[in-house]
């Protein structure tokens, strides 16, 4: 992350603001030296400074350097999307990096994610893709968990999906937040983690 050094804090955040062309409020720091001069002069702070244009840039340019390196040709994309950085991937062939039930391309974005959040020191949500699939398995992962919750209010008997990565747990959880009488929690560890579709009769 790059370093600011000015008079005071303010002048520090205006100068990373403006060399990274975002708002102050956008700006994540953190103040690594301030000395306070003799009646004003002298006075020095130093800064580290990024935003979310830095996360995403980190992220793509890993990704680059990681294909480079195992010598495959792959278009690499990013941006953020309201809470989490998307990432687009495309290749000669797509199948590879998507792997078996998407467990390649998962690998890849749980690298991804412990690099990005390592490098910032805070939690990077990444979302990876590769020309749609991950938005075809939400959709699959949503349509059989609509049909199980169906079953768990007629039956009124709990149901646990298939285990699935935390991306799409979430996606479920927020496809059956408002559904009468169903309520999803988490269970299990690691790749055992999965959704238990409750029956909840105080839920409207």
Known sequence: MKKYVAKNLDEALANAAADKGCSIENLTYTILEEKQGLLGFGSKVEIEAYFDGDIAQFIKDYLNTYFEGIDMKVDVEC?????????????????????RNGAT????????????????????????????????????????????????????????LDPMPNDERKAVHSYLVNMPKIRTVSEGDGKDRHIVIVYDENKH
Do not use: M, P, W
């Open 105 to 160: 391309l998962q690998d890849i974005n749980n690298v991804v994610k412990a690099a990005a959040s390592s490098k910032f020191k805070k939690r990077v949500i990444v979302v990876s893709d590769i020309n749609g699939y991950k938005e075809e398995k939400y959709q699959k992962e949503c349509s059989i968990a609509l049909r199980v919750a169906k079953t768990v209010q007629k039956t009124k008997v709990n149901a646990s």
């Open 79 to 99: 941006h953020k999307e309201d809470y989490y950085f998307k990432v687009e991937l495309n290749a000669e062939n797509n199948a590879i990096l998507i792997g």
